[in-house]
Structure formats: structure tokens, C-alpha cells
């Protein structure tokens, strides 16, 4: 029998006849209805949203024994300024997550990496879905969580890098028209890798940290340096190019940096810059 998929509580299939023998009896539960139920009776009631929440009797936590398959809900208002907005579910186990009557998503902090920690604990929150004051939060929680644990936090972005090498596909939006002729207008290196930065709404790219057109080793932004292949023209390219503006694009090209550092060897472009 399918463990999933449509119409799963239509299926009929498994035990034909059920006894049960007790010390005093046998119960027969052969001419019970015997099925399977989709959802919990708490999303039937939308106990999610304002409504619905109001319709439920809720005890305060204190008085909760842990059970699994237990429906939490609170109010937080929105956190100032315009930074994006994540609650922090470190303290949970498995279930799904509502605000103010809007899915979130399922989350599952329990399932960890091979090192041991969650694979994630931060969940957006979309701005759109908050109101200033009084936002509904509702949990269910499928395991033995500690809502008392969960934060509602912003994300401040001071930081952006990218990495691209020869071999990565050039951005989409350089595929169109292949075929048409081109424009006199159109940018020389449209087919080429590049690496992109942006900076959130109303921050700008102050500093490059790091810049290097050759074979610099690492991919992100904790651990990388030079390679043995190096153009010297880098950084100054990279600034020229990013310094004050919110985004920036920055081909993967020898003619863009001046010149090839090392012919013949594949060329990596990795950028670090900092967003104020």
C-alpha cells in the first residue's frame, strides 16, 4: 500500500477482521468504519487564523505536559525598521508555523546535520504578512519543542560575496534573442559568467574586502585567499565597478581585468564587499 499520494484515506486495504481478547471478553471491531484521516481537526477549524483562535479554549503554557500534536499560539508585534524579519525555532522540534492566518512553513529543527547541529532553526516572515502591533503566532508542534525558546528576529545583511568560474553558465537574461541581431547598444561581455552583488534597499557597497580574477581558492565568504594565478588589476577593477552603488556586475573576462594572468589555465572570479 502507498504511504502517500491522493486520495490516501479512499484506499481500502490491510486487515479484514479485528478481535481483541481481554481477560473477561473479546471485543469484535470487525464491523467498525476503519479509515484514514487527512488533517487534524485543528486546521479543519482554521484554529490559525484570528477567528478561528477565538472559537478554541487555549490553556496558558504552564499548565501543558508536553504532549506531542500540541497547538501553541502567541502575539508579537513587528520588529522597527525595514530589515527582513525570521523567527528563530531553535527551541522546537518538528510542526508548522502561522502568521496572522499565513503558513510560514513546516519546520523540522530536529533533523540534524552529521555535525550534530539543526539544518535550520531561522524562518522568513514576510513583512507583508505583519501588522504593526498584535501579529498572531500559531505552532503546531509535532514533537516535544519549547515554544517559551522561540524569538522573533531581524536579519541585518553587511556583507555580500560571489565566486564564478569558467565553466558556470553565463545569467539567464543573456540567452534571449541568441538568434536576433544585436544591438549596437548591447554590453560586450552579456555572455559571460559574473558575479553579481546586492546590497538590501537603502545600503550601499562601501568596501571591497577581498577581490581576485585568477585561481582564488574558497567558495564563500568565511574562508578563501589568493590562488597562484592573481590579476594585480583586482581590486581596483572590482572598486571601480561597485564602490557606491547597491548593485554591481562584474564579468568573468581577461579583457575586463586587463589582461590574462595566466594563460591557458582556467580563471575563477571571487568578490567580498561590505554593505553600509
Not at 508579537?76 to 527582513?84: E, L, R
Not at 512553513?105 to 501588522?131: A, D, H, I, K, M
Request: charged share 20%.
Amino acid at each position: 500500500m502507498k504511504g502517500s499520494g491522493s486520495f490516501l484515506e479512499r484506499r481500502v486495504t490491510g486487515l479484514r477482521r479485528v478481535r481483541i481478547l481481554n481477560k473477561n471478553d473479546v471485543e469484535d471491531f470487525t464491523n467498525y468504519t476503519w479509515g484514514y484521516q487527512v488533517g487534524l481537526l485543528g486546521e479543519k477549524l482554521n484554529i490559525y487564523t484570528e477567528q478561528g483562535s477565538s472559537n478554541i479554549q487555549w490553556r496558558r503554557f504552564g499548565n501543558s505536559n508536553h504532549q506531542r500534536l500540541t497547538w501553541y499560539k502567541t502575539q508579537f508585534d513587528a520588529p522597527k525598521g525595514n530589515d527582513p524579519v525570521a523567527l528563530n525555532l531553535g527551541s522546537m522540534g518538528k510542526g508548522e508555523a502561522w502568521v496572522n492566518g499565513q503558513s510560514i512553513g513546516r519546520y523540522w529543527v530536529s533533523f540534524l546535520t552529521p555535525e550534530g547541529s539543526p539544518s535550520q532553526t531561522w524562518y522568513n516572515v514576510p513583512r507583508s504578512f505583519l501588522n504593526p502591533k498584535g501579529n498572531l503566532l500559531v505552532l503546531l508542534e509535532e514533537e516535544n519543542g519549547n515554544p517559551l525558546g522561540i524569538s522573533v528576529d531581524t536579519v541585518s545583511i553587511t556583507r555580500v560575496c560571489g565566486r564564478v568560474t569558467s565553466s558556470y553558465p553565463p545569467p539567464v537574461i543573456s540567452w534571449v534573442g541568441q538568434n536576433q541581431t544585436r544591438s549596437k547598444h548591447k554590453k560586450k561581455h552579456g555572455r559571460r559568467p559574473k558575479v553579481q552583488l546586492r546590497c538590501p534597499q537603502r545600503r550601499k557597497i562601501s568596501k571591497i574586502l577581498f577581490a581576485s580574477f585568477g585561481t582564488p581558492f574558497g567558495g564563500d565568504c568565511e574562508n578563501y585567499g589568493f590562488g597562484r594565478c592573481h590579476s594585480s588589476n583586482s581590486r581596483t577593477v572590482v572598486e571601480k565597478a561597485c564602490i557606491g552603488r547597491r548593485t554591481c556586475s562584474i564579468p568573468l573576462s581577461s579583457k575586463y581585468f586587463g589582461g590574462d594572468p595566466c594563460p591557458g589555465i582556467p580563471k575563477a572570479l571571487l568578490v567580498d564587499a561590505i554593505c553600509e
